[in-house]
């Protein structure tokens, strides 16, 4: 049971919030490559961002940013050229990326945050950009959501949106996402990111706090390839237009209901990303139970999610339970192996840390079922682990290994 | 210019030591699937075995054997079932197989270290086992390294051996290795075994250290898939043969001939095994240089060797330096990005962090004609990163990510 239900509107579902999204003409397809979200008025602000040392310039920006204020009006992010690897001249475009946007908004240019996607070492196409500027804000609106989706994507098979709704002192609460993703495993591509909006009344501290756990319940716990990019961002903006009192106690029912609303959102973009990933057919979850303390059973599920073996024994619809547990026990974190237990889907193949007998056709089918979507009607691998008696749980995501992960990532010869 | 030379006869090559290889109806196919490799007299013994929490049979019984007593007369090698996850009764069937072989062999069976390599969760034939030991011990003999080594194999491709000899005091010093790889990467398998052979007089406490140095700087910077497995075992006998003076100081010059010689037998062997990996068309070497120390410089040369990304880009001949910088940031070593060189062969491609103008077209060249071994005569592609100015320094071995990669992996439904 969730205190909140799914809404229309994505990232412009939350009160007070546009965006709006325009071919710009960076991307040499001409597709949409230019995205805004602004709020009305100041918003607290939080972000996540990449942990790479080779970073863009909108992340070395946007952490300078939120260091000095922890506030925004507005989310500028292009697509088509990732700004990464560019040096001090891909600071300086950075810089005016956003001191044209504030002029064009009227606002201080400090209160504009950055974001990148695109071929690594390419600075962004200024003069397109400067162009756009005035366009892009003459066409924010507040059903704008969708179109700044879409102008983030790159790879993406699919725009990857959604909104929820919870009531705090009887009024409306919502929160809104947007992302992309699998662009990060597209030749010189690479970029994870999301934005999101809420109109919650909440403290700068605990907004950060928020936002971190549910990255750490979603964006961080899946692993297309395990390529980590110089762009990830993930960026959140709290504007308190619901009108509900200032939520500044993380043990608060209010704080709970938000937390979980936030870490709902951003799981639910982290599996389209998942699902999403280059090649893949089908989205695969993967449960840990059992592990001394979270972080293990996190690490582990991550694991299993991201090996080759694995990834490629679903794709071969081959339930090689034996990969599964050769990846939890090289995750890096210690149980007994005489504990372990493995199912998948509802075919329970290893108890107590030995093989057990089971119908390797069904088990095969239900990999073909579910990858099928005609499983359960979700597209999704179920795979579970339980370590032992611990108390400590985690989920992860993923997606299987396929041909066309190979063939989009290595046919491009430059 | 090495101390040492190249010589025929892989793990027999040193004084004392026999070996052979049979097919004792272990694996299905009927190929050779049991090895034996024999001291003349007690050998000073060290190991080096997988970190995984799932770990095989043999893997503790060795473990065990070297912690009550670091010397050893024999290894048997099994191919087939890897004796993984098979709990109490897999380590009974390690415990008689032991008992076996010594009683043919007339030794104590404290004297017998092992390994197996094969399917996770099945246990050894020990019916064929037992019928196969006494022939297995009357075929041993002074040229049979070669029957070892390709006895241990499973999916590999080659044969893996090596031998080199020295000069000390004037007599020769022979060090010499056998391998299997690749079938870590192969459905259900899960192995990487290497076995050392030595004639020289060392003490047991340097012995094992030598090994250990040799492993971090060879088997431990090796990665086909990433997939650590439940099997991988390194184990080296040095019997003292070439009576020679017992090397104890590791600053000798003696010390240092070993230890240079060791590593050298176990990099041959390490890069034999990527460039034997699962799909792969060629060598990927990667050298890191002006890290501030060398675990830092080998922690990012084997991130950059594993990323799938930098993998499927050598696959497609594309000279793709975004991918190489990107894993480089993510490895969790600290570096300046504005520091960062990167060459692909003799093409510099980036530069105090930004990119610089190349020939794209003679770079994709150098790909192709070093995956082909057109290419300096060697099927290795070369990526040399300097971080800065640091002294740290570290190489790692991959291979390329191909389709053959995936069909080997997938197209197994059991």
Redesign the interface.
Same mark, same amino acid.
């Given at each position: 049971m969730t205190d909140w239900q799914e809404i229309e509107g994505g990232i412009t579902a939350p009160k007070g919030f546009l965006a709006t999204g325009m071919a710009a003409g960076l991307k040499p397809s001409g597709a949409p490559d230019l995205a805004l979200i602004v709020s009305d008025t100041e918003a607290i602000a939080a972000g996540v961002f990449?942990?790479?040392?080779?970073?863009a310039a909108c992340v070395d920006y946007c952490r300078q940013r939120l260091q000095d204020k922890a506030s925004s009006r507005a989310i500028l992010c292009n697509a088509g050229q990732a700004n990464?690897?560019?040096?001090e001249l891909g600071l300086q475009d950075a810089i005016e990326s956003a001191k044209l946007l504030a002029e064009a908004l009227n606002i201080d240019s400090d209160a504009i945050l950055l974001a990148s996607t695109g071929?690594?070492?390419q600075r962004i196409r200024m003069d397109a950009l400067r162009k756009a500027i005035p366009q892009l804000v003459n066409t924010l609106s507040e059903t704008g959501g969708q179109a700044a989706a879409k102008a983030i994507t790159t790879t993406d098979l699919v725009t990857k949106s959604i909104a929820l709704e919870t009531v705090i002192e009887d009024r409306p609460v919502r929160v809104g996402g947007i992302a992309k993703g699998s662009g990060m495993?597209h030749?010189?591509m690479?970029t994870m990111l999301a934005f999101v909006t809420c109109d919650a009344a909440v403290s700068t501290a605990l907004w950060q706090e928020m936002l971190t756990r549910a990255a750490n319940q979603s964006f961080n716990q899946i692993t297309v390839?395990?390529?980590?990019?110089?762009n990830d961002s993930l960026i959140a903006l709290a504007n308190g237009q619901s009108r509900t009192s200032a939520i500044t106690d993380m043990n608060s029912k209010e704080a709970q209901k938000l937390q979980g609303m936030l870490t709902a959102v951003c799981q639910h973009l982290a599996k389209a990303i998942a699902r999403d990933g280059e090649g893949a057919t089908c989205l695969v979850e993967v449960q840990v139970s059992g592990a001394s303390d979270d972080e293990g059973a996190r690490r582990i599920a991550k694991t299993i999610a991201g090996?080759?073996?694995v990834k490629? #024994?679903i794709? @071969? +619809?081959?339930?090689?339970?034996?990969?599964i547990? #050769?990846?939890? @026990? +090289?995750?890096?974190?210690?149980?007994?192996?005489?504990d372990?237990q493995i199912k998948l889907g509802d075919f329970l193949m290893?108890e107590?840390?030995?093989?057990l007998a089971f119908d390797?056709q069904a088990a095969?089918n239900y990999l073909k079922q579910a990858a099928a979507g005609t499983y359960l009607k979700e597209d999704t691998v179920l795979i579970s682990v339980c370590l032992g008696n611990g108390s400590g749980t985690g989920i992860a995501w993923g997606c299987d290994?396929?041909?066309d992960?190979?063939?989009i990532?290595?046919?491009?010869?430059?």
């Open positions: 990449t942990t790479s040392q080779v970073r990464a690897a560019t040096g071929v690594i070492g495993i030749p010189n690479a390839d395990g390529d980590t990019s110089t090996s080759s073996l490629s #024994a794709f @071969g +619809r081959d339930p090689n339970w034996g990969r547990a #050769a990846a939890a @026990g +090289r995750a890096g974190v210690s149980f007994h192996q005489e372990l290893m107590n840390g030995q093989p390797r095969s290994l396929s041909y992960y190979v063939k990532n290595a046919e491009y010869t430059t």
